[in-house]
């Protein structure tokens, strides 16, 4: 059994690289499973990239990113100890996978460039410098990881980097020339993952290329290519300037479908909405100033509420909540296109308050006996007489009243077969 750093247990090796070898190490004292880094100390260069990666990782805070745990130094060699991240590399995957569906690439695409995004926004912004499928883990939920920050340079704008780090097919022009790095080399490696994703074409084999995607496979959509053309132009500047700038892009071209899709739910549960909530209101006010309310409409009406919030609920996840949702969510409620929104809200409020039951506004009926005497009965009242009574009664259009008749026996009331109803 070999011991690193008195408390580190060697399992297994995970793999090995120009800067140094990665280990499956076991805490023996918290009896948990870390990642570490091995560099020997011959090589005076190799020592310092490695805590420079340590440096970096302490600094950032994005999950999707390992964090540092521990920096152990022993006679013969060093190491920085990190997170285990479990999965399978990307390289891994696209070797037995691609080309994969379009779809399932745009959401990888998405998520490297969102990792990219972090780092590129960074003060002063990070440069990763080798990015390529081999250091990104697919992890068992299909999130993606960023693994490996040896190549990474902090501070690109102040250091000339005039050494090569990178992979060939997935490396920059610039880079591999050594006239130094940007943010925008990283995107030319993305662009390059892209590519395999979609063609099943490694670019780190020969001949080392980015080919025209249209001449290679037929399926890939038109934005696809054009993603992968703006991504790998020879020219940095032609390139998306750095990660957020290519985010940006791929929610507002590559979404688009789904964006219209929960534009016109959003519009359409925005009126449903507040219709049902302008019932609610009328229903609560009947309840509460009426003698004979609804409270079969006010259950009816709270039904509708819960459903309309698990319908909004449910809507946010399905698209994930996009950026398009967070910024357009109040706009498709008051207006999109001449108002159309708002005049939807109002007619839809219009209607509801036609469809609230008129049976429970009071009303008043001008009762004549056969004297010529009047009474004046409200709704829900009892009137006692033996006399023959005419009821005149102004019924307005969806009006309806109900008469009952009673016989009283012995001092107690019982109904009668007889009952009149009015109305149009």
Not at 22 to 50: N, T
Not at 190 to 211: C, D, E, H, S
Not at 353 to 358: A, E, F, N, S
Request: aromatic fraction near 12%; hydrophobic fraction near 40%; proline fraction near 4%.
């Amino acid at each position: 059994m070999t011991m690193i750093g008195e408390k580190y247990k060697v399992l297994h090796s995970l793999g090995k690289g120009n800067m140094g070898s990665v280990f499956l190490v076991e805490d023996v004292i918290l009896q948990k499973k870390y990642a570490m880094k091995i560099v020997g100390k011959d090589s005076k260069e190799k020592i310092d990239a490695l805590m420079a990666e340590a440096k970096c990782l302490k600094s950032l805070t994005d999950r999707r990113l390992p964090y540092v745990v521990d920096v152990v130094e022993e006679e013969t060699l060093a190491g920085i100890v990190m997170e285990y991240v479990e999965g399978i590399s990307l390289e891994e995957y696209l070797s037995k996978n691609a080309p994969l569906p379009e779809e399932e690439a745009l959401g990888m695409l998405k998520e490297i460039a969102g990792m990219l995004a972090y780092l590129h926004s960074r003060r002063p912004a990070i440069v990763f410098r080798d990015l390529k499928p081999a250091n990104i883990i697919l992890q068992p939920d299909k999130k993606l990881r960023l693994l490996d920050f040896g190549a990474a340079l902090e501070g690109f704008g102040e250091i000339k980097d005039a050494v090569m780090l990178g992979t060939y097919g997935y490396s920059a022009p610039e880079q591999v020339k050594g006239c130094g790095v940007t943010p925008a080399t990283d995107i030319y490696a993305l662009g390059a993952i892209y590519f395999y994703m979609l063609t099943g074409v490694n670019p780190a084999l020969p001949p080392y290329r980015i080919g025209d995607m249209r001449t290679i496979s037929l399926t890939v959509s038109e934005k696809s290519c054009q993603i992968v053309d703006k991504c790998c132009h020879a020219v940095p500047e032609k390139r998306y300037a750095n990660g957020q700038v290519l985010v940006e892009e791929l929610e507002e071209a590559c979404f688009g479908k789904e964006e219209k899709r929960a534009k016109m739910q959003l519009h359409f549960y925005y009126t449903f909405f507040f219709a049902v909530a302008a019932y609610a209101g009328i229903i609560l006010l009947q309840m509460l100033f009426v003698t004979r309310a609804s409270y079969e409409g006010g259950v009816i009406a709270l039904l509708l509420i819960i459903i309309c919030l698990f319908w909004r609920k449910s809507i946010l996840q399905k698209y994930r909540r996009k950026r398009f949702i967070k910024k357009r969510e109040w706009n498709i409620l008051y207006t999109e296109k001449k108002m159309v929104g708002l005049w939807g809200l109002v007619f839809m409020i219009f209607i509801s308050t036609g469809c609230v039951k008129q049976e429970n506004h009071p009303f008043y009926l001008d009762v004549v006996n056969e004297n010529g005497g009047h009474v004046l009965v409200r709704d829900g009242s009892f009137f006692e007489t033996e006399d023959t009574l005419n009821f005149s009664l102004p019924v307005e259009e969806g009006s309806v009243y109900e008469v009952y008749f009673y016989q009283r026996r012995e001092g107690d009331l019982f109904p009668e077969e007889r009952f009149f109803r009015f109305g149009k």
